[in-house]
């Protein structure tokens, strides 16, 4: 059996983060789908509007969380950073139970983000300790 390392981790985080934030920008599509039929333009914009937002970190989250597992597994400090700079502008854009699917989606793909940053943070624990 292979060993579970922090950046397996962290992709599996990044990638089911993604995914749920882009799944909460579907409903939010649905919802403002449901709020144009029933003649709330100005609801259906504002929730058009948060899904277009919603899909776009979604996939940010996953592009990155796939770099950090592939592309930039060399470079895990990168990937971190980015994926917890998306889960704060993600927990930004949703608010506090605003959309739960997307609420929890920025709270793995902040997991993400740290579990990327694990291994950087130990060589700089390890060369702090070797330099005094």
């Known amino acids: 059996m292979s060993e579970l390392t922090?950046?397996?981790?962290?992709?599996?985080?990044?990638?089911?983060?993604?995914?749920?934030?882009?799944?909460g920008g579907l409903?939010?599509?649905?919802?403002g789908a449901a709020d144009l039929v029933l003649g709330h333009p100005i609801g259906a914009l504002g929730a058009a509007s948060e899904a277009v937002v919603f899909f776009v970190v979604g996939g940010l989250a996953l592009f990155f969380a796939w770099l950090g597992?592939?592309?930039?597994?060399?470079?895990?400090?990168?990937?971190?950073?980015?994926?917890?700079?998306?889960?704060?502008?993600?927990?930004?854009?949703?608010?506090?139970?605003?959309?739960?699917?997307?609420?929890?989606?920025?709270?793995?793909?902040?997991?993400?983000?740290?579990l990327f940053l694990v291994e950087p943070a130990k060589k700089a624990a390890g060369a702090v300790v070797?330099?005094?």
Do not use: T
């Open 130 to 132: 070797n330099a005094a």
């Open 27 to 31: 409903v939010s599509l649905l919802v």
């Open 69 to 114: 597992h592939h592309d930039w597994s060399g470079r895990p400090l990168a990937s971190g950073v980015v994926l917890v700079v998306l889960a704060v502008l993600g927990w930004l854009v949703v608010g506090v139970g605003a959309d739960l699917l997307a609420l929890i989606g920025s709270l793995f793909v902040f997991l993400a983000g740290v």
């Open 6 to 23: 922090e950046q397996r981790l962290g992709y599996g985080f990044g990638a089911l983060g993604g995914v749920l934030i882009a799944l």
